[in-house]
């Protein structure tokens, strides 16, 4: 087994400040009601970060809602954190609608963002570098006096930093000497790599010793290094790292917390989370993404579905033996679990975990072990796709060690589209005839649907529930499909993936034909029959139904 961390000798404490409700929100394809903005956060303060950043009141009416809800409910643990920027050029700090809005906020700590980089001043701001300091100065001042905490993020840092080194220390030390506590050094067009990042906080560390430690890094990814630079931070001397859950964020995204929090407390030995938290990042990136309506990254490091998934037969035997042999941490600790895959890669071993988490009896001596294992290198040569359709590969096994069991057998069926070429094309529907035989008795049945897959299936369900009345309580949740040999043209060999459902689990199957209705009435009839299994009263020790 690989070796749990021991969370007794750690080195300091990292803050976790999260900004997915802020920097998160700003990636292409995230829209989040208010609702999603307060789940969300309370997903953020069970997990146990130190401060969510939850966005800039007056900006727009959501966010003024947010902060709101929060004063009525307030959060268990984390800080919630306004956010806004500096005054605007030659405007008293009093006058400020802006700031105005951030103490309507009412949140005890503010993050506020000014420029670092003498360009943004001059070009984007159109005013002076001693105005740029002023404008600093006084809101942080300002929000002191107002009884307020601040974090000031360096927008712009090391671009600044690399063409205008005195300016941009500069910046810092107004920051700090008006009354920050923090001061955040952002790589905001995110092109800095780590030895930069490095050597850079290194120097400031150095250039401004009454910091304390109190100094954060704000990565984003366009050169595909956030996380690798809000590491080389910390490893410099930075206490706390702003990031997003997923990495969601503008452009290429944010540093993934989801990433940077294992490696820094599991690899590197800073302590981020409580253990027990540490355990829960997995489902928080899995519902935070359901959240935010973005499918989750099967292959995200830590978090992802297949983080540790395990196909080829090698590796499988290994895991099976050892899980140090191919695994980097325990998936335990973030809260994943091991998945072993079945493909054309696959060995014995992959046969032998499937037979047991179906509650199959079976052994690498057992000739049907073999056989299963041929029958799926074979099927997958066609075009099958077991990894994505368990629920195909276990009727596969079972009908091998049991052939000729079955709930019912095919006759034959045929599909008629009726097309109206209407503006109106409700009327669009498909007919469905299909022949089945139950326990000897032939069932000859008709449906129709909005299409031709929901008219197999309709007629399917009406042939079978005289005799299965359970087949009732289940339904077709999704269906996909994709084209195997484009090249092909209209002959092209298609894969159909059926998810169904019985209300409590849902389970997917899969068929493969030239023909896209053979192919899907493959894939609805083996869910159909794996739903029967399910609700199957008694199997015997071999795992096949009675």
Request: proline share 3%; glycine share 8%; with cysteine.
């Amino acid at each position: 087994m690989v070796a749990k961390f021991d969370f007794i000798n750690r080195k300091s404490v990292i803050q976790i400040y999260d900004t997915t409700l802020r920097d998160g929100s700003q990636g292409a394809g995230i829209s989040l009601s208010l609702d999603d903005k307060l789940k969300i956060a309370r997903q953020l303060d069970q997990l146990g970060v130190s401060f969510i950043e939850g966005g800039w009141p007056g900006a727009n009416p959501k966010d003024v809602q947010f902060f709101w809800k929060l004063k009525e409910e307030p959060l268990q643990n984390a800080e919630i954190v306004a956010f806004c920027s500096t005054r605007r050029p030659h405007l008293a700090v009093a006058e400020d609608k802006m700031l105005q809005a951030i103490l309507a906020a009412g949140t005890h700590w503010v993050t506020i963002f000014g420029k670092s980089w003498d360009l943004h001043v001059t070009e984007t701001l159109k005013t002076s570098l001693e105005e740029n300091l002023a404008m600093i100065r006084d809101t942080i001042e300002y929000l002191r006096q107002e009884g307020r905490r601040v974090i000031y993020d360096a927008e712009h840092w090391f671009d600044g930093y690399k063409r205008n080194r005195e300016y941009a220390l500069l910046t810092l030390k107004t920051a700090w000497a008006a009354g920050a506590e923090w001061l955040a050094l952002c790589d905001t067009n995110g092109g800095t790599l780590p030895h930069e990042v490095a050597q850079i906080v290194t120097e400031i560390i150095d250039a401004i010793p009454e910091l304390n430690g109190k100094l954060g890094i704000h990565t984003h990814n366009d050169g595909g290094t956030a996380v690798a630079n809000a590491i080389a931070a910390v490893m410099s001397g930075a206490t706390m790292i702003q990031g997003t859950i997923n990495g969601y964020g503008e452009r290429c995204g944010n540093a993934n917390l989801c990433t940077l929090i294992p490696n820094l407390q599991l690899k590197l030995g800073y302590s981020c989370l409580g253990q027990q938290q540490l355990a829960q990042l997995s489902p928080a990136s899995r519902i935070i993404s359901e959240i935010v309506n973005l499918a989750p990254d099967d292959h995200a490091p830590f978090v992802g579905r297949s983080a540790f998934a395990h196909k080829a037969g090698v590796h499988v035997d290994a895991v099976a033996k050892n899980p140090s042999t191919y695994e980097h941490i325990q998936p335990e600790l973030i809260g994943n679990q091991r998945r072993i895959v079945i493909s054309d890669q696959s060995g014995l071993s992959n046969v032998l975990h499937y037979a047991a988490k179906f509650g199959i009896n079976l052994s690498k001596q057992d000739i049907t072990c073999r056989q299963i294992l041929d029958k799926l290198k074979t099927l997958e040569n066609e075009g099958y796709q077991f990894e994505a359709a368990e629920a195909s590969f276990e009727l596969l096994m079972r009908s091998i060690l049991k052939p000729g069991k079955q709930f019912f057998l095919l006759k034959g069926f045929q599909v008629h589209c009726n097309i109206h070429q209407e503006i109106d094309n409700s009327a669009s529907k498909a007919l469905a005839t299909i022949k089945v035989e139950v326990d000897g008795e032939n069932l000859l049945e008709v449906a129709e649907g909005n299409g031709p897959v929901a008219a197999l299936d309709r007629a399917l369900r009406k042939a079978l529930v005289r005799f299965y009345p359970q087949i009732a309580d289940c339904y077709l949740a999704d269906y996909k499909v994709r084209i195997l040999d484009g090249g092909a043209g209209t002959a092209a060999k298609t894969r159909v993936l059926v998810e169904s459902s019985n209300g409590v689990k849902r389970w997917t199957t899969i068929g493969v034909s030239a023909n896209i209705l053979d192919a899907s009435y493959q894939a609805v009839v083996e869910g159909m029959e794996y739903g029967l299994l399910l609700q199957a009263p008694q199997r015997n020790k071999a795992g096949i139904v009675n």
